[in-house]
């Protein structure tokens, strides 16, 4: 079955920089959107960005021009990488990704950003 492993949050200063990856399993990674979102205590889970099998991205705009998401084929990865990181950026970070109508979902990342 599809499975999504997220990896490479941790504690950074403002103004540092993270690399989340998603390791996809049961899915190649290219063939639709992936995606990712965060969830902050008491708020809802939000979009953040996402890349299409052709290669488009969207950002929410609260990242724009700091956040990156792409895709490594051959790894069968999807990567974000968190620039500029800012206090209200931290939460924990989800790969998401439909496949045959159904909704994946990884275990999530924690993202700290604090002095």
């Known amino acids: 079955q599809v499975q999504l492993v997220e990896s490479g949050g941790g504690l950074v200063q403002p103004g540092g920089s993270l690399r989340l990856s998603c390791a996809a399993s049961g899915s190649i990674v290219s063939r639709n959107t992936m995606a990712w979102y965060r969830q902050a205590p008491g708020k809802q889970r939000e979009f953040v960005a996402a890349?299409?099998?052709?290669?488009?991205?969207n950002y929410m705009y609260s990242v724009k021009g700091r956040f990156t998401i792409s895709r490594d084929n051959a790894k069968n990865t999807v990567s974000l990488e968190m620039n500029s990181l800012k206090p209200e950026d931290k939460t924990v970070y989800y790969c998401h990704k439909v496949v045959g109508g159904i909704t994946y979902w990884g275990q999530g990342t924690q993202v700290t950003v604090s002095s």
């Open positions: 890349i299409t099998s052709g290669g488009s991205t």
